[in-house]
């Protein structure tokens, strides 16, 4: 099987996710919570118009598998897709504070660090046993963490906040495999949508009124929410989970091009030792994944 399109859709997915600051950044004069919030109710809107015009069979598929289950097991499942919701929720308006507010390589970190974390929260809740290696790795993890909290203990705290919000979310969905990944984020979605609507009066304090803002918010939903998923799901039918993972590490590294090139920002030489020791810590982590994956595609490439 030729997979040199799969590969081509999760680079071309990371890329995207990679310039998602300069949108983000372009909606600076208004509040995380209204970005928030628009960009959740633009999201469901297209999900709909794809669910129930593109995707209608694979809706009831879900919906015929999830009656197949026991009450308790169903409640189950239910219940981790909408915790789901609440940590994109709380995920998401972290992010966004910290792009417009802090500063984007704080936000970059998060997904350096989000893997690691993943596969930490992995060992302990679901068992999935890490090497002595990659525990080596965590431990570099771990050291590069304090050295950037010596530096700035909020801006850590916020990357740790993205990123353990985050990878408790990809803790709690690899419990419900086997269901249509756009069918799941629709429901989340939704769900974000209506208990953001019962905080509407906090987060958003003026609806805004300019074309300026709803478009950009279109673009976030579709080109920076929707679109890359789209890309990931397609990517997966042809590689591996695993692959994807290492080639999760373009839309950090994207976003810190951005930040030193576009934005200006600096670091400083405690956080620049900070980076590369994350940097070879990663290395430790994925070494043994690096590896299959090399013999996979010098196998094709032989083949």
Request: hydrophobic share 55%; glycine share 6%.
């Amino acid at each position: 099987m030729d997979t040199r399109k799969h590969y081509a859709a999760a680079v071309s997915a990371f890329l995207v996710w990679g310039f998602f600051s300069l949108p983000l950044r372009a909606l600076k004069d208004f509040t995380a919570g209204e970005i928030l919030y628009f960009r959740i109710a633009s999201s469901v809107i297209i999900l709909l118009v794809i669910l129930f015009g593109f995707r209608r069979h694979k809706l009831k598929l879900d919906l015929m598998r999830l009656r197949t289950f026991q009450p308790t097991q169903r409640n189950q499942i239910v219940g981790l897709i909408l915790v789901g919701g609440i940590l994109l929720i709380v995920n998401w308006l972290i992010f966004i504070y910290v792009i417009n507010a802090i500063n984007i390589k704080t936000a970059s970190f998060s997904y350096f660090i989000c893997p690691v974390l993943t596969a930490v929260l992995g060992n302990f809740m679901l068992q999935e046993r890490l090497s002595h290696l990659q525990w080596l790795a965590v431990s570099l993890c771990i050291i590069s963490c304090v050295l950037l909290g010596l530096n700035s203990a909020a801006e850590l705290g916020y990357s740790f906040a993205i990123a353990l919000s985050y990878a408790l979310y990809l803790i709690t969905q690899r419990r419900n495999n086997g269901f249509d990944r756009l069918s799941v984020l629709f429901v989340q979605m939704l769900f974000a949508l209506l208990i953001l609507s019962f905080s509407f009066p906090w987060l958003v304090n003026d609806v805004p009124q300019t074309f300026h803002f709803y478009g950009l918010i279109i673009v976030v939903a579709g080109v920076f929410t929707v679109l890359p998923l789209f890309l990931n799901l397609y990517a997966l039918n042809g590689i591996n989970s695993t692959t994807v993972g290492i080639l999760l590490y373009i839309n950090p590294l994207m976003n810190f091009i951005i930040a030193f090139l576009v934005f200006d920002e600096t670091i400083t030489s405690l956080q620049a030792i900070g980076y590369l020791i994350i940097l070879v810590a990663l290395g430790l982590f994925n070494y043994p994944n690096l590896q299959k994956m090399r013999v996979r595609l010098t196998t094709r490439a032989n083949a």
